[in-house]
Nanobody
Framework: VQLQASGGGLVQAGGSLRLSCIAS????????IGWYRQAPGKQRELVAG??????NYADSVKGRFTVSRDYAKNAVYLQMGGLKPEDTAVYYC??????????????WGQGTLVTVSS
């Protein structure tokens, strides 16, 4: 199983970016999928996630970011708007995935850098 993230880049404050993450491999079920981020010198934190019946956001991104999930494509997207310099971080895709025969396992993508200039 692999998580391939894309969409990061350099944007000015107030701008927008859309991150994408697609899970591939032997997948029977994805119970939860979402985005974390890690800024320089800080711990990795949850940004937004979609479980089977609910969506969660960090307080710092509520009203600015929207997470969405495409069940058919095993994908998750993060539409980021009103970006601030403090949103600068490496963004990681994360998912709990169950293979056709096996247990639910947590996976991380490779990370995509988002840089917001002031």
């Amino acid at each position: 199983v692999q998580l391939q993230a894309s969409g990061g880049g350099l944007v000015q404050a107030g701008g927008s970016l859309r991150l994408s993450c697609i899970a591939s491999g032997r997948i029977s079920r994805i119970s939860a999928i979402g985005w974390y981020r890690q800024a320089p010198g800080k711990q990795r934190e949850l940004v937004a996630g979609v479980a089977e019946v609910e969506t969660n956001y960090a307080d710092s991104v509520k009203g600015r970011f929207t997470v969405s999930r495409d069940y058919a494509k095993n994908a998750v997207y993060l539409q980021m708007g009103g970006l601030k310099p403090e949103d600068t971080a490496v963004y990681y895709c994360n998912a709990d995935i169950q293979p056709p025969s096996g247990q639910l396992t947590n996976y991380w993508g490779q990370g995509t850098l988002v840089t917001v200039s002031s």
